[in-house]
């Protein structure tokens, strides 16, 4: 379980989290939504302890960083470093040994070509691979559909499945309302730096509906369109 | 046709305009760099140049191939300015012509405390070399990837090694037919020379910090990840180091001593590097630690103590980021 308790992130004078309460119980997959700078990615580095902050973030097994594969929106990677040897490297961090690198690379990936050469999908299915090899218990996936093909897509949504039959904690940010109604058990809406609802898998479809309420308005209207 | 001349005249204006503009904002950046460092640039300035000419001065009373550092040195300094996105970025901002003016200027104004030093030395063709060097290498148009992997010894432990390896294998290359010729002509300096430029090549390795992911990923204490790097460093630096120095030992047997010397110098800077980047990361090394490091290169023997007060505080700085 991760469990947040009051937790409070400035930068500055910008209180970009307000008293975040949450709780993360094994097996389940939770999606995270939000506009863009609403403090999603501020959220997940708490949690997997890049930032300071006010609070209280606990977890078991413990300590968090340590069992959290974390999926950034944009992964960063070393010139000249191939794609096998990305895997080896987040592999080697965690002292995990795997012999066969290439029989796991369920995407397809030219694990020899230097990584800094992939497509951004490409990129984004590698760092999944690497930190799904990891053997992690927990997994934070900051936006894993963006940037990604339609099969990838399928074949990352069966993994998230997989995940959560396997016990572990997923938390999931996506832009894409379906992928996380495909996906999680608990959507918690994120705005202005404190969660403002929490809709359980039957409900989706009225968070959606109200969602699109909330954000299009009169808009489309405002545009003038002729 | 008087007013295409005049629109010509404009554009040509607008980009000297830009080029003068670029180069006040890379002005600008290396003073902020100074400021951040806690230096006032002016300051900072002077030091630099002081610290270089005493530097170029204790390298030429050293060693008879100060000229060769010299150029190499110069020459990897400017190679950074080629760096492919930083490259690819100006193409998209200048035109073609601004573009080769940039990177010549950029290149020789670079290379400049070089050729003054060489002039000085009245080496005149090392410094025509480097003036040659530096200007071709500015127009030379280097593909941005290349569409094959060089192969390295390094693979299974990425990753300052395995890129490094790639980035700088023509010197081990280099280093190798070095100690050859010093075989050949039993010159034990020049090999020497040649084992040290092995040590130097891997120190660049870790001049720069890693992206916070690389460190937080593993699953260890700062003690141990610290430790975890210099074994690596010492056991790969050695791995391509050793060849040499065995090869020097054979030859030269009655000089064993002084070459154990300089490979514990070797090793020793390779563990001062190491904990000098991680005392001040996530930032890059400050000027500082720089001047300590070029401190140690005038005396070795400082090392001694400054490695200790360095690991403390690498490890006080990874201790948010490794629980």
Not at chain 2, 25 to 41: E, H, I, S, V
Request: net charge positive.
């Amino acid at each position: 379980m991760i469990a947040v308790k009051n937790l409070f992130k400035k930068y500055g004078t910008n209180e970009v989290l307000k008293n975040i309460n949450i709780e993360f119980h094994k097996g389940k997959v939770y999606g995270i939504v939000g506009e863009n700078g609403t403090g999603k990615t501020t959220l997940f580095r708490c949690i997997a302890d890049l930032e300071d902050y006010e609070g209280k973030i606990s977890s078991n097994p413990n300590p968090i960083k340590n069992h959290l594969g974390l999926l950034l929106t944009e992964p960063f990677f070393f010139q000249k470093i191939t794609g096998k040897e990305y895997i080896q490297l987040l592999c080697n961090a965690r002292n995990i040994k795997i012999p066969d690198i290439e029989d796991r690379n369920i995407f397809d990936l030219p694990l020899s070509q230097y990584a800094s050469t992939y497509s951004t999908g490409m990129k984004k299915k590698l760092a999944l691979t690497a930190i799904l090899l990891q053997g992690n218990d927990y997994f934070i996936l900051d936006e894993p559909f963006n940037g990604v093909d339609i099969q990838s897509n399928i074949i990352i949504t069966e993994i998230i499945h997989k995940l959560k039959v396997l016990d572990k904690i997923v938390i999931i940010s996506s832009h894409i309302f379906s992928t996380l109604s495909d996906t999680c058990d608990e959507i918690h809406l994120l705005s202005s730096g404190h969660f403002i609802k929490s809709v359980q898998k039957a409900n989706f479809h009225v968070l959606e509906t109200e969602m699109k309420q909330m954000t299009i308005g009169n808009k489309i209207e405002k545009l003038g369109l002729t | 046709m008087a007013s295409i001349r005049d629109n010509q005249n404009l554009r040509t204006t607008k980009q000297d305009e830009k080029v003068k503009k670029y180069f006040e904002l890379q002005y600008k950046m290396t003073n902020r760099k100074f400021k951040d460092a806690g230096f006032n640039p002016l300051l900072a300035y002077l030091m630099l140049t002081t610290l270089f000419v005493g530097l170029s001065i204790y390298l030429f009373h050293k060693t008879d191939f100060a000229g060769y550092i010299y150029l190499l040195f110069a020459l990897t300094l400017i190679g950074n300015l080629s760096e492919t996105r930083r490259t690819a970025f100006l193409k998209i901002c200048f035109s073609d012509k601004k573009l080769k003016k940039i990177r010549v200027s950029e290149n020789l104004i670079c290379s400049l405390p070089f050729l003054i030093f060489l002039l000085y030395k009245q080496l005149f063709l090392s410094a025509l070399l480097l003036f040659v060097l530096a200007t071709i290498l500015a127009l030379l148009n280097f593909r941005t990837t290349l569409n094959f992997t060089i192969w390295t010894p390094f693979s299974k432990r990425p990753f300052e090694f395995t890129t490094g390896f790639r980035n700088t294998f023509y010197i081990f290359f280099a280093s190798y037919t070095l100690t050859a010729i010093a075989i050949s002509v039993n010159n034990f300096n020049l090999g020497v020379f040649a084992m040290l430029l092995v040590f130097a090549t891997t120190l660049s390795y870790y001049s720069k910090p890693e992206n916070e992911y690389y460190v937080w990923t593993h699953n260890l204490k700062p003690n141990a990840f610290l430790l975890g790097k210099i074994k690596i460093a010492l056991l790969f630096s050695s791995s391509i180091a050793f060849p040499i120095a065995i090869t020097l030992a054979i030859f030269n047997p009655q000089n064993i001593g002084i070459l154990s010397l300089f490979f514990l110098v070797g090793w020793a800077f390779l563990i001062g590097i190491i904990v000098s980047k991680y005392a001040a990361y996530p930032n890059a090394m400050n000027i500082t630690q720089g001047i300590l490091l070029a401190l140690c290169v005038w005396f070795p023997p400082t090392l001694i103590v400054l490695i200790p007060y360095l690991f403390k505080k690498s490890e006080n700085r990874l201790s948010s980021l490794l629980k």
